[in-house]
């Protein structure tokens, strides 16, 4: 049960230690992200301003046809996208590993993550946050594992107990 609780700490420690890296690869994708939709809302305010109208009476405008309609909604789900992705880039930029973790909730676009993910190359990490995420990890996946073991093991200990005495 030992070498199965230290073999779960471990997993803990490689898993959490990541963490730091990855976090800075989402929030670098992420301020990419948030430059990419400034552009499209800029040009659709750009636009709309040129003929005299505000965002919303432009975005009101744009109905009578399915593509009207569509996009209408597309530009919407943008605005909406944009407000939140920069809101994010907002807090996590210039943030360290903690209060990234800290602000883990905010690290949740499915996209920016993805995208993040299948560049991100796993590594030793050597450094302070590494090191304590790591720890972290470590002591919580031994916790967690050797309380789930023991509650796997409990019910066969009472009856060895009770066949004992």
Known sequence: MRALTLAGGLAGAVTTSQFPEFSQQYTQRLGGAVDALAEVVADF??????????????LAQLQGTDFLNRRRVDMTQTFGRYAALKGDLAELKGAGPFMRAYHLPRLTDPQIAAAAWDDYQPALPLNFAGIIFGGVGFVLASLLLGAVLKLLVWPFRRRDAAKAA
């Open 45 to 58: 305010d750009a636009s709309a301003q040129a003929v005299g109208l505000s965002r919303d009476a432009a």
